[in-house]
């Protein structure tokens, strides 16, 4: 499944693009609903690349046919992301802890100046997940909590911003 989503945050794109390489952000996003707080695993920034490794666990419901499937103990995974400071972009790859023969998500994000205080950060990828009878619906339930997840982190993102510089 291919997903698009658009987050649209009251900062200036440069400022924007490091928040997601300051790992003091990462600690602020267990606020947000269905995931549980971030483990940042690898941080190392050299000039304008970075490189972050960060542990996700997805805490939200999951209906019974899905949990017939999974273990949502073991909904874990690790976001492996690329970060270009220069041009405003990622490249990531998300590697399941378990059940990565079911799993596979990539894709990119970049974050565009909409004007000198506004910032848009777009994230295109595909997801797939193969599980019989209810992978379709697994996806389209984890792209609705990505799109929840980047709505709710609009917020975050603004508010750790006026407190770094204010």
Not at 29 to 57: F, K, M
Not at 70 to 79: G, S
Request: with cysteine; proline share 4%.
């Amino acid at each position: 499944m291919h997903f698009e989503l658009e987050q649209r945050i009251n900062k200036p794109a440069e400022q924007v693009a490091r928040v997601f390489v300051d790992p003091r952000f990462y600690d602020l996003l267990d606020t947000l609903p269905n995931l549980g707080r971030p483990e940042v695993l690898t941080h190392d920034v050299h000039g304008s690349s970075a490189h972050l490794r960060i542990r996700y666990r997805f805490t939200g419901h999951l209906s019974s046919a899905v949990r017939a499937a999974v273990d949502p103990e073991k909904l874990t995974w690790v976001e492996d992301t690329q970060h270009d400071l220069a041009t405003h972009s990622a490249r990531f790859t998300m590697v399941a802890d378990h059940y990565a023969d079911r799993f596979q998500c990539a894709g990119t994000y970049r974050f565009d100046a909409v004007s000198p205080t506004t910032t848009t950060r777009i994230c295109a990828g595909d997801l797939r997940i193969r599980m019989p009878l209810v992978g379709h619906r697994v996806e389209k339930a984890i792209v609705s909590g990505l799109r929840d997840h980047l709505e709710a982190e609009e917020d975050v993102v603004e508010r750790f911003l006026s407190q770094s510089t204010g």
